[in-house]
Nanobody
Framework: QVQLVESGGGLVQPGGSLRLSCAAP????????MGWYRQAPGKQRELVAA???????NYADSVKGRFSISRDNAKNTVYLQMNSLTAEDTAVYYC??????????????WGQGTQVTVSS
């Protein structure tokens, strides 16, 4: 069973920063797109950022210029650096791994989530 393990969530004041980490097993290789999603109370889960490679990155408009996603393939870890946090960033953040293989098979894996709370 594939397990993605998130860490780094917590309580931070508005304007502060947090860095989330997601450790993946070796079976999650560079073919996988790694992403961070979030779900706030009463809202649908939304994509925050996704990375396939250093030049293939996407961000939600709401986090552009404030959040940065990166991955270390040697450590099988993906990071989300979050700066200038606001109350609207409060949510459970989920790490995910997605791949579509050449034969069309799709794999999607999710972490258990980590809470990020932005409050004074």
């Amino acid at each position: 069973q594939v397990q993605l393990v998130e860490s780094g969530g917590g309580l931070v004041q508005p304007g502060g920063s947090l860095r989330l980490s997601c450790a993946a097993p070796r079976s999650i290789d560079s073919r996988y797109t790694m992403g961070w999603y979030r779900q706030a109370p009463g809202k649908q889960r939304e994509l925050v950022a996704a990375i396939l490679s250093g030049s293939n990155i996407n961000y939600a408009d709401s986090v552009k210029g404030r959040f940065s996603i990166s991955r270390d393939n040697a450590k099988n870890t993906v990071y989300l650096q979050m700066n200038s946090l606001t109350a609207e960033d409060t949510a459970v953040y989920y790490c995910a791994a997605h791949v579509r293989l050449g034969d069309g098979t799709v794999y999607n894996y999710w972490g258990q989530g980590t809470q990020v709370t932005v409050s004074s």
